[in-house]
């Protein structure tokens, strides 16, 4: 079973910015698209940007050019950089990975507000 466990989230300022990390279990990880989720208050879940096994990405349009979505194939982990924070990207983010996407993390809290 693979466990995908987030973390960095928390409170920042307009134009401020956050890491978020998510670390899997397994050593199947390499093999698999990840990707991060966010889900607002009232809204439905958005991709926000997806990397292949072979370091191709993707980014939603709203987040182009301020996010970039990585990856440590030797550690596990993804990651997240978010730069220019706004406070529509104020959401519970979630790590998405395995075949076919079956794997979720809990969610970790992203707030921006001044």
């Known amino acids: 079973q693979v466990q995908l466990v987030e973390s960095g989230g928390g409170l920042v300022q307009p134009g401020g910015s956050l890491r978020l990390s998510c670390a899997a279990s397994?050593?199947?990880?390499?093999?698999?698209?990840m990707a991060w989720y966010r889900q607002a208050p009232g809204k439905q879940r958005e991709l926000v940007a997806r990397?292949?096994?072979?370091?191709?990405?993707n980014y939603a349009d709203s987040v182009k050019g301020r996010f970039t979505i990585s990856r440590d194939n030797a550690k596990n982990t993804v990651y997240l950089q978010m730069n220019s924070l706004k406070p529509e990207d104020t959401a519970i983010y979630y790590c998405?990975?395995?075949?076919?996407?079956?794997?979720w993390g809990q969610g970790t809290q992203v707030t921006v507000s001044s």
């Open positions: 397994g050593s199947i990880f390499r093999f698999y698209a």
């Open positions: 990397i292949s096994s072979g370091l191709i990405t």
């Open positions: 998405n990975g395995g075949s076919a996407g079956i794997y």
